[in-house]
C-alpha cells in the first residue's frame, strides 16, 4: 500500500506509559491502543518495534503493515483512558516556522508598535496594519520561510502540565500542526516533497514573548534558545494521523481555548507558506531524518493579541481538525534554593 492510499480503517501512531514501561502504540478508533514492542506485525520492515520513530524510519512498508494489522481488528488492546500519553516521537530534529500566517504577523507587528507608542491612534494602528499586509503580501510573492531550531529536551505529553519558567512573564500559547518526516530528503523540490511526510501532530510552540530579543546584542534579533525552549514548552500529540488521512492540509481549523475561552480559531488557509514549500525549504538547509517535526507556524489569536498571558492555574485547551486534543494546566516553577524574593512554586516533571 502507497502512504497516499487511504486505508479503510483508521489509525495513528504513539507513545504510551503504563506500568513503568513506555512503549510505541498504535491507535485505533481513537480510544484503544495496540502495545507495538509486544505486538508481531506480519510483512513489518522490523517488529516487535522499540519505538514510534522506527516506524517511521520505514515508513512506506510499515504503512502498509500498520494499515492491514489494523483492518483485521483482533490485536490485544490497552484503553486510551488508562496510559499516560507522552510524546508521540521521539525527533533528531524540530524545525520551526516563524511569521508563517498573515493575520499573526500583522497582529505581531501591531501589539509591537504599540508597545513603543502607548498612545497610538486609531488611524496610526490601521496604518501599521496596512503596512504589515503589504510585508505579507510581498513575503508570499518574493518570500522564503524562517526556520529555525527547537530542542527536542522542551517536548512534554498533549495532557501534562506545563511549567511556567521563572524568567519572563509573558508566556504565550502557539497552537499549530506539524508535519512528521517519514523518509530522509535533502535538496527536494517542493512538487515532491510531501513524499517525504509520513503523517500530522498537534504542537503548542509556546513562547515567552519578552525574552524573544536581547536588549544587550540588539544588532543580533531574536534569541529563540530562551524564549521557547523551557522544559514542557513544546505540548505535542496526543498522536500522528498518517498522511493518508490528512489528504488535504489547506482547510484544518485551529482552536485553542484558555479557561474555556476561544482565543485562537483560524484555518490553515491563512498559512503563507504550506507544507510543502516547508519541507523543500528545510531540506535545503538540513538533511530531513524520519522522525523529525516540522512545525508550521502559528496563527492568530495569540496572546499577544489580547494582551493577555499564561498564569499559573491557567488550562490551554487545544484541537486541529481530525488529530485530537490537547489538555494543559499551566503550573509556576520552583526557585532554585538560594534564589532571594522566588515564591516556591512546580518543578517540571
Same mark, same amino acid.
Given at each position: 500500500?502507497?502512504?497516499?492510499?487511504?486505508?479503510?480503517?483508521?489509525?495513528?501512531?504513539?507513545?504510551?506509559?503504563?506500568?513503568?514501561? &513506555?512503549?510505541?502504540? +498504535?491507535?485505533? #478508533?481513537?480510544?484503544?491502543?495496540?502495545?507495538?514492542?509486544? $505486538?508481531? @506485525?506480519?510483512?513489518? !520492515?522490523?517488529?516487535?518495534?522499540?519505538?514510534?520513530?522506527?516506524?517511521?524510519?520505514?515508513?512506506?512498508?510499515?504503512?502498509?503493515?500498520?494499515?492491514?494489522?489494523?483492518?483485521?481488528?483482533?490485536?490485544?488492546?490497552?484503553?486510551?483512558?488508562?496510559?499516560?500519553?507522552?510524546?508521540?516521537?521521539?525527533?533528531?530534529?524540530?524545525?520551526?516556522?516563524?511569521?508563517?500566517?498573515?493575520?499573526?504577523?500583522?497582529?505581531?507587528?501591531?501589539?509591537?508598535?504599540?508597545?513603543?507608542?502607548?498612545?497610538?491612534?486609531?488611524?496610526?494602528?490601521?496604518?501599521?496594519?496596512?503596512?504589515?499586509?503589504?510585508?505579507?503580501?510581498?513575503?508570499?510573492?518574493?518570500?522564503?520561510?524562517?526556520?529555525?531550531?527547537g530542542s527536542p529536551a522542551a517536548m512534554c505529553g498533549a495532557?501534562?502540565? &506545563?511549567?511556567?519558567? +521563572?524568567?519572563? #512573564?509573558?508566556?504565550?500559547?502557539?497552537?499549530?500542526?506539524? $508535519?512528521? @518526516?517519514?523518509?530522509? !530528503?535533502?535538496?527536494?523540490?517542493?512538487?515532491?516533497?510531501?513524499?517525504?511526510?509520513?503523517?500530522?501532530?498537534?504542537?503548542?510552540?509556546?513562547?515567552?514573548?519578552?525574552?524573544?530579543?536581547?536588549?544587550?546584542?540588539?544588532?543580533?534579533?531574536?534569541?529563540?534558545?530562551?524564549?521557547?525552549?523551557?522544559?514542557?514548552?513544546?505540548?505535542?500529540?496526543?498522536?500522528?494521523?498518517?498522511?493518508?488521512?490528512?489528504?488535504?492540509?489547506?482547510?484544518?481549523?485551529?482552536?485553542?481555548?484558555?479557561?474555556?475561552?476561544?482565543?485562537?480559531?483560524?484555518?490553515?488557509?491563512?498559512?503563507?507558506?504550506?507544507?510543502?514549500?516547508?519541507?523543500?525549504?528545510?531540506?535545503?538547509?538540513?538533511?530531513?531524518?524520519?522522525?523529525?517535526?516540522?512545525?508550521?507556524?502559528?496563527?492568530?489569536?495569540?496572546?499577544?493579541?489580547?494582551?493577555?498571558?499564561?498564569?499559573?492555574?491557567?488550562?490551554?485547551?487545544?484541537?486541529?481538525?481530525?488529530?485530537?486534543?490537547?489538555?494543559?494546566?499551566?503550573?509556576?516553577?520552583?526557585?532554585?534554593?538560594?534564589?532571594?524574593?522566588?515564591?516556591?512554586?512546580?518543578?517540571?516533571?
Amino acid at each position: 500500500m502507497n502512504p497516499s492510499d487511504t486505508p479503510n480503517t483508521w489509525f495513528a501512531l504513539g507513545t504510551f506509559a503504563a506500568g513503568g514501561r &513506555v512503549f510505541p502504540g +498504535l491507535v485505533l #478508533e481513537g480510544e484503544r491502543v495496540v502495545d507495538l514492542s509486544e $505486538a508481531k @506485525i506480519p510483512g513489518a !520492515g522490523a517488529s516487535p518495534f522499540s519505538s514510534s520513530r522506527q516506524v517511521f524510519e520505514d515508513w512506506e512498508t510499515n504503512f502498509a503493515a500498520l494499515a492491514a494489522f489494523a483492518e483485521r481488528g483482533d490485536a490485544d488492546t490497552h484503553e486510551l483512558t488508562a496510559l499516560r500519553v507522552l510524546p508521540p516521537v521521539e525527533p533528531v530534529q524540530i524545525l520551526q516556522s516563524g511569521a508563517n500566517y498573515h493575520r499573526h504577523v500583522v497582529d505581531l507587528i501591531v501589539a509591537e508598535a504599540k508597545a513603543g507608542n502607548p498612545r497610538m491612534t486609531a488611524e496610526e494602528e490601521a496604518e501599521v496594519r496596512r503596512r504589515g499586509e503589504r510585508l505579507m503580501d510581498e513575503r508570499v510573492a518574493y518570500g522564503e520561510p524562517y526556520l529555525f531550531l527547537g530542542s527536542p529536551a522542551a517536548m512534554c505529553g498533549a495532557y501534562d502540565d &506545563v511549567v511556567l519558567p +521563572l524568567e519572563g #512573564e509573558k508566556h504565550d500559547w502557539e497552537l499549530e500542526f506539524a $508535519a512528521v @518526516i517519514g523518509r530522509s !530528503g535533502r535538496h527536494v523540490p517542493p512538487e515532491r516533497a510531501l513524499d517525504l511526510v509520513a503523517g500530522y501532530t498537534i504542537v503548542n510552540d509556546i513562547t515567552t514573548r519578552d525574552l524573544v530579543y536581547r536588549k544587550d546584542l540588539k544588532a543580533i534579533g531574536t534569541d529563540w534558545l530562551r524564549s521557547k525552549n523551557a522544559p514542557t514548552f513544546l505540548p505535542t500529540g496526543p498522536y500522528i494521523v498518517p498522511a493518508a488521512f490528512v489528504p488535504d492540509t489547506s482547510d484544518l481549523r485551529i482552536t485553542l481555548k484558555l479557561n474555556g475561552r476561544t482565543m485562537q480559531d483560524e484555518s490553515t488557509s491563512d498559512i503563507i507558506f504550506d507544507v510543502a514549500r516547508l519541507v523543500s525549504y528545510a531540506s535545503s538547509r538540513v538533511i530531513l531524518r524520519p522522525g523529525d517535526l516540522i512545525l508550521t507556524g502559528s496563527p492568530a489569536g495569540n496572546g499577544s493579541r489580547w494582551g493577555r498571558f499564561l498564569k499559573e492555574g491557567d488550562v490551554m485547551e487545544g484541537t486541529v481538525t481530525g488529530l485530537g486534543h490537547q489538555r494543559n494546566r499551566c503550573v509556576r516553577e520552583s526557585a532554585p534554593k538560594g534564589i532571594p524574593g522566588r515564591t516556591p512554586g512546580r518543578n517540571p516533571c
